[in-house]
């Protein structure tokens, strides 16, 4: 498990390191459209189901180490890994490899296609954050409390079922993880990433792929000033994995190091602080 001394926890940067899962539920569009966008016919009762079922899915499985937004028939999942410790990235991966299975294995026992995700690393620049809204809302809820107003129960529950007047996630603001996934999502099976298959952002591991996960079909990608190298997903060894304290997987320090194409340069992490 690797660990850098000069990030010691609590050290705030104007950047950090994210990875992001775009998923995408395939033959979705098409059911529509074989529906001719018409609500009541048994097609679209049927996409609607469909869609219900993978949206449950992912609301089932997401939690703090993998919070998720649900977008119709996509989902993007996301966390920040650690400067301190491999363990975080390899914990991610681990979670999308078994929600992905899960999705496929579920919507394809009910004869669909299944879902095409990617998963891609980069840098994420923070102190972006807008939460007005909830701020405001925070505020007259407690104020009310303290006026006796409203009881716990009531603030509970209003504070439960308020609805947002903005769906801003911080986590993805200037997120170009994100940009990576989406973009890679929408080049599709023209770009190679074809079938229901989950592909892997390689800078997520050292230049030597570690033993305990097997990848294949691996695809150099560029488009719109963005590239990566992407591997197909074929299996993994938990057991060993965490044997080998998941040696291979990379923590955010080394990830920053080749996303930023700087090893034998200054440090880049420095030179982009210097630069904001």
């Not at 999705?103 to 980069?122: H, K, W, Y």
């Not at 104020?143 to 006796?148: F, L, P, Y």
């Not at 719109?224 to 938990?238: Q, T």
């Not at 990830?255 to 602080?273: A, G």
Request: with cysteine; glycine share 6%.
């Amino acid at each position: 498990m690797s660990k850098n001394p000069r990030f010691k926890k609590g050290r705030n940067l104007p950047f950090t390191v994210s990875c992001v899962a775009w998923m995408d539920l395939l033959g979705y569009g098409s059911m529509l459209r074989e529906a001719q966008f018409d609500p009541t016919s048994e097609l679209a009762n049927d996409a609607i189901i469909r869609l219900k079922r993978f949206q449950d899915i992912i609301s089932d499985q997401a939690n703090r180490y993998m919070p998720a937004v649900c977008v119709n028939d996509g989902a993007i999942l996301y966390r920040d890994l650690s400067y301190r410790s491999n363990s975080v990235t390899a914990d991610f991966m681990q979670r999308i490899i078994d929600l992905h299975t899960f999705v496929n294995e579920t919507d394809q026992s009910a004869g669909f296609p299944g879902a095409r995700t990617i998963l891609a690393v980069g840098i994420r620049m923070t102190g972006i954050n807008h939460n007005w809204f909830n701020e405001t809302h925070r505020l007259n809820i407690l104020d009310r409390m303290k006026n006796k107003e409203i009881d716990a129960e009531q603030a509970v529950n209003e504070a439960f079922y308020a609805q947002s007047t903005n769906g801003f996630v911080s986590q993805l603001q200037a997120n170009f993880a994100f940009t990576k996934a989406y973009l890679v999502d929408s080049a599709g099976s023209r770009a190679g990433f074809k079938g229901p298959k989950l592909f892997i952002d390689l800078n997520l591991f050292d230049s030597e792929l570690p033993e305990w996960i097997q990848i294949s079909n691996i695809i150099n990608w560029k488009e719109s000033g963005i590239e990566g190298s992407f591997g197909m997903f074929e299996d993994i060894d938990k057991d060993l994995a965490g044997s080998l304290m998941h040696r291979g997987a990379l923590d955010a320090q080394e990830i920053s190091k080749r996303i930023l194409n700087n090893l034998n340069e200054e440090d880049p992490i420095k030179r982009l602080s210097k630069k904001l």
